[in-house]
């Protein structure tokens, strides 16, 4: 069962335009929401995160937009660059009981071109 | 700058050899978690440590897969016997409970053939 569906799978922008990566989720016990950047041969690294409390944070280039009612979350960066080609997950946490389940979403491969 | 490290970074082996990957959390992490990487499925969770006792290992095969964390330094998973369907990117990843990001090791990319 995908609990978070993530698109698009692949994303091909302008360098200086802005790349939108959208995720949606079902369960409403979720209460962590982050985002991750892999590069080739990588692990996943945090790039930004959000509580369910906040409907945006920005940081630098990237902003996350966050609409509670919709179940819904999204990446935006701005200013897109060609080091920001990466394959970007967005992430759900289920706190239950202390356990941090973090479940990922299926990944945005983005390709920044000059 | 602490770090996940994942020995051995590469792994080719042929089918039914026993595999055993490595993971060395950061020091000071209580929570240790173990994914596996692949086109299909995305990243998947195999196993969860919290102060070294497994708490789910509900994504692991139980009959092929097993993972231990001996000591507060290693984490180990272990394949056997493998299988051709094994053959992905294996990820460890650390972190403390709270709203603290996971860090991962650059994984284990397993060749099963």
């Known amino acids: 069962q995908q609990q978070v569906k993530q698109s698009p799978q692949s994303l091909i922008v302008q360098k200086g335009g802005i790349s939108i990566i959208n995720c949606a989720y079902e369960?409403?016990?979720?209460?962590?929401f982050p985002w991750y950047q892999q590069f080739p041969g990588k692990g996943p690294a945090l790039l930004i995160a959000i509580r369910p409390d906040v409907s945006e944070k920005k940081e630098g280039r990237f902003t996350i937009s966050f609409n509670k009612s919709a179940k819904q979350f999204s990446l935006h960066i701005m200013d897109s660059q060609p080091g920001d080609s990466a394959t970007y997950f967005c992430?759900?946490?289920?706190?239950?009981?202390?356990?941090?389940?973090?479940?990922f979403g299926t990944g945005t491969k983005l390709q920044v071109i000059p | 700058d602490a770090r996940v490290t994942q020995t051995p970074r590469h792994k080719v082996t042929e089918m039914g050899q026993e595999v055993t990957m490595r993971c060395q959390p950061i020091?000071?992490?209580?929570?240790v978690f173990w994914y596996r990487q692949t086109m299909m499925q995305g990243l998947e969770l195999l196993a969860y440590f919290r102060n070294r006792a497994p708490l789910d290992d509900s994504g692991m095969p139980k009959d092929r897969f097993s993972a231990e964390m001996p000591d507060a330094t290693l984490a180990t998973l272990k394949i056997q016997p493998s299988e051709p369907r094994d053959s992905a990117v294996y990820f460890c990843?650390?972190?403390?409970?709270?709203?603290?990001?996971?860090?991962f090791g650059n994984g284990t990319r397993l060749t099963v053939t």
């Open positions: 369960n409403t016990a979720f209460d962590y």
């Open positions: 020091l000071g992490h209580n929570t």
């Open positions: 992430a759900a946490r289920t706190p239950r009981g202390g356990y941090q389940k973090v479940t």
């Open positions: 990843a650390s972190g403390q409970t709270g709203y603290s990001p996971l860090h």
